[in-house]
């Protein structure tokens, strides 16, 4: 049952001590992880920094992925056929990013000067890992840390560290020791991880307090910092889309992963014209959708991933309630596992909690628009800027719609669609900076320039 070890400098190593891992459809304990200590954080950042000098860039392979699946269900509570999906982009991520290139860029060669920009390694990374998305987080960050040439410090998050340890023997037995490290916590080393002076740059997704703690910590030794943080994703639906066409994919965008998910819908405005009917057909998805232990088949929406979560979600549901109606949905309650069941709240207005703030779990707000430019201005009136999306069936008046939106990410016509090679980051208190493609590879670097000097004369 103890079989899960830390990573550090090459070593698969205990714990000082263990914390349980609790399967969240079931509240059964899964496995005792090794808990690190300071001391195995500090060691791990040590092994990092002696593993730099030396590494060249590795692509890795991804293998095991049944077993892979089986676990993050098991420790994370998506349904199996998400798992799958997830091991499926991670390896996506994997192969795609580590194919990526740092050319020389000449941006003078004349008369009097040669300039020529390089893009160096930092120096040892530390990737911050949230629960919701555990080894495809990992994906997004180790490929383009190492193949920039650095090495890495993974922390995962305290209730999902199963899979990126799994994850960890994999690295163990393909790269040098020390390139990448992995200490599991209890909520604890965060901070010493983000403010360790030996660190130089720290890639963080997670909640936008964390993240600003993290930046503040940064401070200290001017750290470069990538944040992906928090968002309160809006969906406009204008008056001319079709609700029986739009309304599965809306569903799916508001509640995969039980609406665990960075970029999901999480405010839903509807022109007046198709409100009742796109209520309706939201309603009806979310009472045909089957909620249970992931591992089942058939099963669409698993448990809130950690008992925190869940108390967060059943707070916003007792609201929403008050604030507006729910029309489908609701808590499970009568058997063990942290359930919700995917819910739909109409009649409800900005200034609601669930309208506000974002809710991360299964409840979706939909909200009556008359104006298209109201739409717009209430989709902005958000401090997050992750994403956002137009629906209609008339390409041109979305597409207008769309670039008044302020998000890193505006879709048309869907929601969620992500890749490696699309650059992916939040606007305003969503983030700061980018992940994926070259722009996200120049963040794991410093930019250098090699000014020469051409003297004719000589
Ligand atoms: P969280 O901020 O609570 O934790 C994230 C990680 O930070 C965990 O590993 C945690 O142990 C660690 N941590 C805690 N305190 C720390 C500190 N002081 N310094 C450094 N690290 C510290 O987030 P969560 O609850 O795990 O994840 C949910 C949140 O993450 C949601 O807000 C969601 O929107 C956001 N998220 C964003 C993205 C994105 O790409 N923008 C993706 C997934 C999740």
Known sequence: MSDYKLLIGGRLVAGDTTIPVVNPATEAVIADCPRGSAAQMDEAVAAAKAAFPGWAALPIADRRAEEFARLLTREQGKPLSESTAELAYTEAFLRSLAMLDLPVRVVEDGEQRRVELHRRPLGVVAAIIPW???LLIVAFKLPLALLAGNSMVIKPAPTTPLTTLRFGELCAE???????????DANDLGARLSSHP???????TGSTETGRR???SAAATIKRITLELGGNDAAIVLDDADPKAVAPKLFAGAFMNAGQVCLAIKRLYVHERLYDAVCAELAALAEAAVVGDGLLPDVRIGPLQNRAQYDKVLGFLEEAGRDGRIIAGGAVTGRPGWFVRPTIVRDIADGARLVDEEQFGPILPVIKVTDIDDAVRRANASPYGLGASVWSSNADRAYGVACRLEAGTVWINTHLDFGPTIPFGGAKQSGLGVEFAEEGLAEFTQLTIINRAINRAN
């Open 132 to 134: 919701n998305f555990p």
């Open 214 to 216: 993290v930046m503040s």
């Open 174 to 184: 393909t790269l040098p020791p020390g390139v990448v490290n992995i200490v599991t």
């Open 198 to 204: 030996d660190v130089r740059k720290v890639t963080f």
